[in-house]
């Protein structure tokens, strides 16, 4: 990956004092394939992409809500920090297309295929939204379910600004889409990895939570 300067200025320098402020701890990460893979995380704060930034051993590429270019500090920083925006509510077209051509070009795509973040206390994964699985099986890629655990205190909902506290993330087995009911239609195929993802994201952050 050519360019990008700051983005790869602040994963050697801030990305690793937030990590060290947080106390992230990270289990798993030596099993994201090599190659592009999507990282599927359940969401419960906003520091749930910043700290997945910060701990991925390899650059990560997030869709960010469109609104938030809307303004042009923001805007001017997400596309030199590996972000690119998506319609939230409604397919889109190009932020599909965007996430296919990164992950055939090898990069790792973050998303949380809940669509936002969680509150409800006791259920912290929500109705996932198939685009996670379709662009997993349209590009091809292997999905890694991830867990964030204690993110929710650092910043929880309501808050301005984050908090002290411990963090944990932690890394599934990859999911491979070609591989689940390669006979069904791709509404079903869609539906069938969707379950599966989060199967995987619950069993990890059972395994957190040990």
């Not at 965007?98 to 109705?127: H, S």
Request: proline fraction near 7%; charge should be positive.
């Amino acid at each position: 990956m050519k360019g990008f300067v700051v983005a790869r200025f602040l994963r050697v320098s801030v990305a690793r004092l937030l990590l060290l402020i947080f106390r992230t701890r990270t289990y798993g990460a030596d099993r994201i394939p090599s190659g592009g893979a999507l990282l599927a995380g359940n969401h419960i704060s906003y520091m749930d992409p910043i700290l997945l930034w910060c701990a991925s051993p390899r650059p990560v590429h997030f869709m960010a809500k469109r609104e938030l270019w809307e303004s042009r500090i923001i805007g001017w920083a997400l596309l030199r920090l590996w972000a690119f925006p998506i319609t939230r509510g409604e397919p889109d077209r190009h932020a599909i297309t965007t996430a296919t051509e990164l992950l055939r070009a090898g990069e790792l795509v973050g998303v949380f295929p809940e669509g936002t973040r969680q509150t409800e206390a006791g259920d912290p994964l929500g109705e996932a939204q198939g685009g996670t699985a379709f662009i997993g099986l349209r590009a091809e890629a292997p999905i890694v379910p991830v867990a964030f655990v204690g993110t929710d205190d650092v910043w929880p909902r309501g808050a301005r600004f984050p908090r002290l506290a411990r963090t944990a993330i932690h890394f599934g087995e990859p999911v491979y889409p070609l591989s689940i009911e390669p006979d069904a239609g791709r509404k079903q195929r869609v539906e069938a990895i969707t379950r599966v993802i989060m199967e995987r994201i619950g069993a990890e952050l059972d395994q957190a939570r040990r």
